[in-house]
Every structure is written in structure tokens, then in C-alpha cells.
């Protein structure tokens, strides 16, 4: 089992940054690739992030490329999601997510088998 807890969401205006993080808990962590999604009202959940177990590779959603980091604290079991210059179609419930099985990075929601509640962001114009 695998607990993830996110952090860190709030309310800025556009052009802000936020840093949020997700503690994982329950299995090792720095074998499992993870993710960052978001799901606005009414749409679709889609990928935002994703970076690899130890070795830090990453992959970004075209839409955040440029504006988004996600990286990780292995001995703190933590993985982050720096979100810097953001815009008012940012906003969204951001989720993690953990999977343990593959080999390479994945954007699909179907191949993430663990996920945190999620964190609230919110960006204002």
C-alpha cells in the first residue's frame, strides 16, 4: 500500500508561482516514477508532469513546458511541483500519483496505480 499526500495549493494571482509537494509513504519511494495531474471543473484529469525513480529523468505536458519543474527529495520521500509564471487556465485540483511497474514514463491516468486526495490552485487574472 502507498500513501501520497499533497501540499502546498492556494490562491495566487496570474503570474505567480506555487510550490507543491507530495509525501509518499508506505513502499520504498525512490523506486517509483511519479506524476503530477490536474483536473479543472468539468474536464478531463490530464498529466501535467512525471519524473523517473533515481536517475531524475523527466517529461512535461506541452502546456506547462518551460513553467513547470517537478523534481524529488528521495531521502524525504517528496516529490515537488514548482509552477512558476502562472496563468488563470492553471487552475485546477493537482494530484499525485505513484507506479511501481514499466519502465518508462508514462502520462496516461490508467498507468498510475496510487494517488493522493489532491491540492487546490487557484490563479486569478
Known amino acids: 500500500q502507498v500513501q501520497l499526500v499533497e501540499s502546498g495549493g492556494g490562491l495566487v494571482q496570474a503570474g505567480g508561482s506555487l510550490r507543491l509537494s507530495c509525501a509518499a509513504s508506505g513502499r520504498t519511494f525512490s523506486t517509483s516514477h511519479m506524476g503530477w495531474f490536474r483536473q479543472a471543473p468539468g474536464k478531463e484529469r490530464e498529466f501535467v508532469a512525471a519524473?523517473?525513480?533515481?536517475?531524475?529523468?523527466?517529461y512535461y505536458a506541452d502546456s506547462v513546458k518551460g513553467r513547470f519543474t517537478i523534481s524529488r527529495d528521495n531521502p524525504k520521500n517528496t516529490v515537488y511541483l514548482q509552477m512558476n509564471s502562472l496563468k488563470p487556465e492553471d487552475t485546477a485540483v493537482y494530484s499525485c500519483?505513484?507506479?511501481?511497474?514499466?519502465?518508462?514514463?508514462?502520462?496516461?491516468?490508467?498507468?498510475?496505480?496510487?494517488w493522493g486526495q489532491g491540492t487546490q490552485v487557484t490563479v486569478s487574472s
Open positions: 519524473i523517473t525513480g533515481s536517475a531524475g529523468y523527466t
Open positions: 500519483a505513484a507506479r511501481y511497474s514499466g519502465s518508462v514514463l508514462s502520462a496516461r491516468v490508467d498507468d498510475y496505480a496510487y
